[in-house]
């Protein structure tokens, strides 16, 4: 599809490796998240953006695809084990991929 800008945006779905997994977590008795589950990556969605005119390099953000569809803000668990998110890059531990999401859960929250 083309645009005004002279781009197009093609969509590609490329399979994934085994070992990634998106994390989500689960909310425990004090109404946080309080532990992590795992779902595997399937696929990647890569939106690649082409400039026709302008002889830039195409661009693209890929998002892990698992079972449940898309998940374009996920926390990811790459096959090394270490953790990561576009938000905040690398993570040391669980514990602080945890603390991220309940941050976020709080500001989500406090915006209803």
């Known amino acids: 599809m083309f645009n005004h800008e002279d781009t ?3 969509n590609q779905i490329i399979p994934a490796n085994e070992g990634w ?18 779902e595997p990556v399937i696929a990647w969605l890569v939106e690649i953006e082409l400039d026709l005119y302008h002889s830039k390099e ?23 084990g ?3 998110s576009w ?3 690398q993570y040391d531990s669980e514990d602080e991929v945890l603390k991220d999401m309940n941050r ?6 406090s915006k209803l």
């Open 8 to 10: 197009e945006t093609v």
């Open 21 to 38: 997994f998106v994390a989500f977590g689960v909310v425990g008795d004090s109404d946080k998240y309080s532990e992590l589950f795992y």
């Open 58 to 80: 195409p661009s693209g953000v890929p998002t892990p695809i698992t079972v449940g569809g898309p998940e374009p803000t996920a926390y990811l668990k790459r096959p090394d």
């Open 82 to 84: 270490s953790m990561w």
């Open 87 to 89: 938000a905040r890059y």
């Open 104 to 109: 976020d859960r709080e500001r989500r929250l």
